[in-house]
């Protein structure tokens, strides 16, 4: 039986084999760019710094949180994710700035709810609230809050 399979490999041609080493060495090329000078958005060549990071211990961790203003004018805190709202908490803390700059952009987190869960309540406007939860000496002590953005249908 090793035989046979000893038999079945094939030799690889001096061109098939110029091409695969050429590839190998764009992409440890493009990792160790990615390495060196990349960020997280040059996935999968980019360093991965979210990974390699911490906390300081008398630090904040900083989460994002979205507030949705109910029927009966009362504020709920609802998840933020792509199911609930149509995308992910990471994709909104990355285009907060966004947010903060335009808030009329929220109408589109309502609009997607709309669409995604027709059988709740319509929300009648957002907010999306930036959150600090203070550390000291790695325990935690507090939470702060503030709104980055908020939106009103009308």
């Known amino acids: 039986m090793i035989k ?12 098939a084999r110029a091409i695969r080493i050429l ?8 990792l160790l760019a ?7 958005d040059a996935f999968p060549f980019g360093p ?21 203003r109910m029927p009966d004018g009362t504020w709920k805190r609802v998840r933020l994710d ?3 709202v149509g995308i992910t908490r990471a994709e909104a803390e990355g ?8 808030p009329g952009l929220l109408e589109r987190l309502v609009e997607a709810h709309d669409r ?5 309540p319509r929300w009648t406007g957002v907010r999306l609230i930036q959150q600090y939860y203070m550390l000291r000496h790695r325990l935690y002590v507090g939470t702060r809050e503030f709104t980055i953005a908020q939106w009103t249908r009308s």
């Open 23 to 30: 590839v190998t060495a764009v992409c440890l090329t493009l």
């Open 48 to 68: 991965f710094r979210m990974y390699s990071t911490s906390t300081p211990p008398n630090g904040n961790v900083n989460v994002m949180a979205l507030d949705a």
């Open 34 to 40: 990615g390495t060196a000078f990349g960020d997280d």
């Open 95 to 102: 285009q907060g700035t966004r947010f903060k700059v335009d």
């Open 116 to 120: 995604l869960k027709p059988r709740e």
């Open 4 to 15: 046979w399979a000893l038999m079945s490999i094939q030799r690889l041609r001096p061109r």
């Open 82 to 84: 792509a199911g609930e």
